[in-house]
């Protein structure tokens, strides 16, 4: 039981990294160059050998051994060569530290089991070959067969008797070994394939993102660009009164400037640029939205009220923050249209800046509350999105976000949450 014990204790000390390595360091690497991604998978295997050599399996006082060679082997594949040489050192050093009795024979079985790696390295060529559970297995035993040729050789040059109980733990030795040798095989091989699934899903989605974008943005354009070709038509008749034509001239280019601010708004959501930002009290651009809002709210039925308290101090642009909560605020009325009241509460809490929009409109699912920002979604019959998605888009470029609480048949409420400044900083 005790032997199980330690097969099972070498086993978790080898297969940990390997797992911690796909949950905390995957992402963190894709970002990092090659060379040092090498050097970092060689120091995880030197930690990993070191580990292993600190407990090893020990079925007979004679025999101390440990799955040192694996996490050799998977730097030799994986780093490469170097780094694997860098490994091997450690190993070298640290049997020296422990002061080994198998510390004469070790370079011998180092470099045995190096030289196995090249020329396995030669033959498949790359790492991705060797990520079969076959191949694994046979590398593995070929390992821990070396390894138990130079513990047989010493104790044939040592003139130490060799007794059953010698390939009694070498045969379990190398089946453990071997055993574990497929299981690393097979983690890093599913870490591969769901790496490379999710790689191809990220790449669908952006496409798919893509081609929502174009589709919004061509819907949007078409529209102004329809009017303004049948105007230009109609100013190109002779028989045309002059003031017609001056006032076609006019819708012309308020449609031309509808068209660049359409664009400009894509242009905000696909490359957010850094806009001029100034220290103001959002409760008088609020008030301005407010304000410019009035009239849409009285035809709509809906009554605005607001409650905002002073220095409601925040960073930002004031056209765009105001194009935010003009937004915001429409939908809110558009979301009542049988009338109702609408609700603006801004607050100061652990230095943030709540910005509360409630309505008591007709509510939203959560699959909606979901969708909310993404392209070519809306929730009005012939909404496109792009309000939201350039309103979610500026708040986080100024490091606020927003949340949504909704009920279907209750409202809703949008709370945006903006870093506030401190006095000292405004004055």
């Known amino acids: 039981m005790n032997l199980i014990c330690q097969l099972l204790l070498h086993m978790f000390i080898i297969i940990t990294p390997v797992l911690l390595y796909q949950l905390f360091w995957i992402d963190r690497l894709q970002r990092t160059d090659e060379r040092s991604k090498h050097w970092i998978a060689a120091a995880i295997c030197a930690l990993v050998a070191v580990f292993s050599m600190s407990y090893p399996l020990e079925w007979h006082p004679d025999y101390r051994y440990d799955f040192r060679m694996i ?20 190993i070298m050093g640290y049997g020296w530290h422990l002061n080994s009795s198998d510390l ?7 470099s045995f089991i190096l030289i196995l790696l090249w020329y396995c ?12 559970p076959v191949k694994g297995a046979l590398l593995g035993l070929a390992i821990s067969l ?5 513990a047989l050789l010493t104790q044939w040059l040592q003139g130490v008797p060799v007794g059953s109980h010698f390939f009694i733990f070498f045969s379990l030795y190398c089946l453990i070994f071997t055993v574990t040798s497929i299981l690393v095989v097979y983690t890093i091989r599913q870490i591969k394939k769901n790496l490379n699934l999710r790689k191809r899903i990220q790449h669908n989605d952006q496409m798919n993102m893509l081609s929502e974008l174009a589709a919004s943005f061509a819907h949007e354009i078409r529209n102004p660009l329809t009017v303004v070709r049948g ?13 017609k034509r001056q006032f076609y001239n006019q819708l012309v280019l308020e449609e031309m400037d509808k068209a660049q601010s359409i664009i400009n708004d894509y242009l905000t959501f696909a490359k957010p640029q850094f806009d001029a930002t100034q220290l103001f009290d959002a409760k008088t651009v ?11 709210a009285e035809l709509k039925g809906v009554t605005i009220e607001t409650h905002l308290q002073d220095q409601l101090m925040i960073s930002a642009n004031t056209d765009k923050f105001m194009q935010c909560i003009v937004c915001l605020c429409r939908n809110g009325i558009d979301s009542m249209p049988g009338g109702g009241k609408l609700q603006l509460v801004g607050v100061v809490q652990n230095q943030t800046v709540c910005i509360d929009i409630i309505d008591h409109g007709v509510g939203m699912t959560a699959d909606e ?58 004055h």
């Not at 070396?146 to 130079?150: E, L």
């Not at 609020?286 to 849409?296: G, K, T």
């Open 231 to 243: 105007f230009v038509q109609m100013m190109s008749q002779s028989h045309l009164p002059e003031d």
């Open 71 to 90: 996490p050799l082997a998977v730097c030799f594949f994986y780093a490469g060569p170097v780094p694997a040489l860098g490994v091997s050192a450690v």
């Open 286 to 296: 609020i008030a301005a939205a407010v304000e410019s809002l009035q009239a849409y």
């Open 369 to 426: 509350v979901r969708r909310l920002g993404t392209p070519y979604y809306s929730t009005r019959v012939k909404g496109t999105g792009l309000g939201m998605m350039v309103t979610y888009r500026t708040i986080q470029n100024i490091q606020g976000r927003i949340d949504v609480t909704s009920e279907v048949g209750k409202g809703t409420c949008f709370s945006i949450l903006i870093p506030s400044l401190h006095s000292s900083a405004y």
């Open 104 to 110: 004469h024979t070790l370079p011998i079985l180092l």
């Open 121 to 132: 390295q030669k033959r498949l060529g790359d790492a991705s070959n060797l990520l079969h």
């Open 146 to 150: 070396i390894s138990a040729f130079v």
